[in-house]
């Protein structure tokens, strides 16, 4: 077993039998065998000392027992790291950034305390996944719709902690979230925004209660263990429509994103949007590539050859959701804005309208768009190797942002020797308001080597896109240090405010310590 830094064998010993003493001994997970199962299935450590290991697992079942755990973990300063479900797949599963931490698995904690379907609300514990929400929905017959990332396993709140994002108008989960309940490094129980009020009618809401809104500094951190957390629903919409818009020009790219801008930020279309290019899957499709490189032909020749094959450019798909008639109101909308594009193409690719039929469901393509969790990605992205790691950069949502961040990256693989992204993982998506989102993936196996040289382009990647104003919105737990050190304005003043706080509020720095590269005081010049 790896111990925690710095705690002895006797006072870990000793911890473990008083958290046994909380929760119970069935709920204290000790051995190699237990504790190997909260290793990172993805790691890109595979066979190396560096892979950070947990000591233990503990699960409480209620708040008063997390409050004991943490207390006692207090006590003898022992590094907790909580999950809830524990799905964190491609950053990080359920494994910390020390070895020798305590996993806090809160995946017992998974009642559904209330869902209305008149305001469209949930208050859940960390435990509830997105199927287990979905599932109490049905059963009760509730018109409000959830929405799921693409694998429908992981819960709603560490999801939601980690700033992830699903597919329907309600995908960017943060900015859907609505009060929380937190225990803090002392033991300490609190609730955010009109939750501090006791008696509170609206917890689920109002966000903001009165004060300094303070529930952002609880998402990718380590300031406390979230134990209630309420999401905004969105009520079940009378119908759902999907579209494409294809421009046959290479320069179409700019024009295509501006009017997609506008509609976004007006809410004429919703849910999320990815731009793509038909002809240039189609130069894939050939031998060639997605990005461009040296002895690629000619913009004029990809042209021509779009023109021959009736192959747009670019695309981008565009989402509705409401009611039918204003459905088609919005897309008439929609059509009348791109058609300032000469040579503009048009395509209804789905029609839904609720609520479906077994038979209709089982032929949706993609579930999570209309709000149903599934497992489907896992064949879709076609999982090879060990698993993945994801580069998420933010760019402007403009096309002139696309084509620099493509020349940019596209330059940054060859310098850093590697296959440049396929397919979609080479488009951006509109995951969050205002602004793209890339998602280059790279493969994790169980060969050291490879996997070394995959870390290094990694850290490439972030530093050049660092180096162009783009950073990355979240990351695996090996890259933490080294995404946040690129937060650096003004000599890194963000991190020292969160170190600032990390010190008051948890000054033996038990909780997650490492979470987004913010160590506590004791180890913090060691790791940065
Ligand atoms: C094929 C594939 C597709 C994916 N697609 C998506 C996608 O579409 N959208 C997306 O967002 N993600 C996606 N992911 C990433 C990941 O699977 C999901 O984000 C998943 O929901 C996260 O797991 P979880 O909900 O179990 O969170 P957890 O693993 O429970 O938590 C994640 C982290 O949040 C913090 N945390 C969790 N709970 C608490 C708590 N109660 N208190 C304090 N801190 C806490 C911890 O730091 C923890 O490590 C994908 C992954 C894979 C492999």
Request: net charge negative; aromatic share 12%; charged share 20%.
């Amino acid at each position: 077993m790896q111990l925690p830094p710095g705690v002895s064998s006797a006072d870990f010993s000793a911890a473990i039998h008083q958290i046994e003493g909380a929760v119970g001994k069935d709920w204290v997970f000790t051995s190699d065998g237990d504790v190997d199962l909260y290793r990172d299935a993805y790691t890109p450590f595979w066979h190396e000392e560096d892979e950070k290991i947990p000591s233990a697992a503990v699960a409480p079942a209620t708040v008063e027992e997390v409050q004991m755990v943490v207390k006692i973990a207090n006590n003898y300063k022992i590094p907790l790291w909580p999950v809830s479900t524990g799905k964190n797949l491609g950053y990080g599963g359920t494994s910390p950034a020390l070895s020798g931490t305590v996993i806090l698995d809160l995946k017992r904690m998974n009642r559904v305390l209330e869902v209305s379907d008149t305001n469209h609300y949930a208050l859940v514990e960390p435990g509830v996944s997105y199927f287990d929400l979905y599932r109490y929905i049905q059963e009760n017959k509730l018109k409000v719709w959830i929405d799921p990332p693409d694998p429908g396993w992981g819960s709603l709140v560490g999801n939601t902690l980690e700033r992830g994002g699903g597919r329907t108008p309600m995908h960017e989960h943060f900015a859907t979230q609505c009060g929380m309940e937190v225990v803090l490094a002392n033991g300490q129980l609190l609730r955010t925004g009109m939750g501090a009020l006791p008696g509170s009618k609206t917890w689920q809401q109002y966000k903001y209660g009165f004060g300094p809104y303070v529930d952002g500094i609880f998402s990718q951190s380590n300031l406390g263990v979230v134990t209630k957390m309420g999401v905004w629903l969105m009520p079940e919409p009378e119908a759902y429509r999907a579209c494409m818009v294809m421009v046959p020009k290479h320069d179409d790219l700019v024009p295509l994103v501006d009017t997609l801008a506008y509609l976004r930020n007006s809410q004429i279309v919703q849910g999320i949007c990815s731009l793509g290019s038909p002809l240039l899957f189609y130069r894939a499709s050939q031998g060639g590539g997605i990005l461009d490189a040296p002895g690629d032909p000619s913009i004029a020749e990809m042209e021509r050859i779009g023109r021959e094959k009736g192959l747009a450019y670019w695309s981008t798909d565009l989402r509705f959701y409401g009611p039918a008639k204003v459905i088609d109101a919005q897309w008439e909308h929609a059509k009348e804005r791109f058609s300032s594009i000469p040579g503009v193409r048009f395509q209804e690719t789905a029609s839904y309208t609720f609520p479906l039929t077994p038979d209709q469901q089982a032929k949706v393509n993609v579930l999570p768009e209309i709000g149903i969790p599934s497992m489907s990605i896992f064949g879709i992205l076609n999982r090879t190797g060990h698993g993945h790691i994801g580069f998420s950069p933010i760019i402007p949502m403009t096309g002139e942002a696309v084509f620099e961040a493509w020349k940019v990256f596209g330059q940054a693989y060859v310098d850093l020797g590697v296959k440049p992204p396929e397919q979609v993982f080479a488009f951006p998506t509109t995951y969050f308001a205002r602004c793209f989102v890339f998602l280059f993936l790279f493969t994790v196996t169980q060969d050291v080597e490879t996997n070394r040289r995959t870390r290094a382009v990694f850290k490439g990647l972030v530093r050049v896109a660092a180096e162009h104003g783009w950073g990355d919105y979240r990351t695996h737990v090996a890259f933490m240090s080294d995404v946040m050190n690129v937060y650096s304005y003004n000599n890194h003043a963000l991190l020292r405010l969160h170190e600032t706080i990390k010190d008051a509020l948890d000054p033996n720095g038990i909780l997650s310590p490492g979470k987004s590269g913010i160590w506590p005081k004791s180890m913090r010049k060691a790791s940065t």
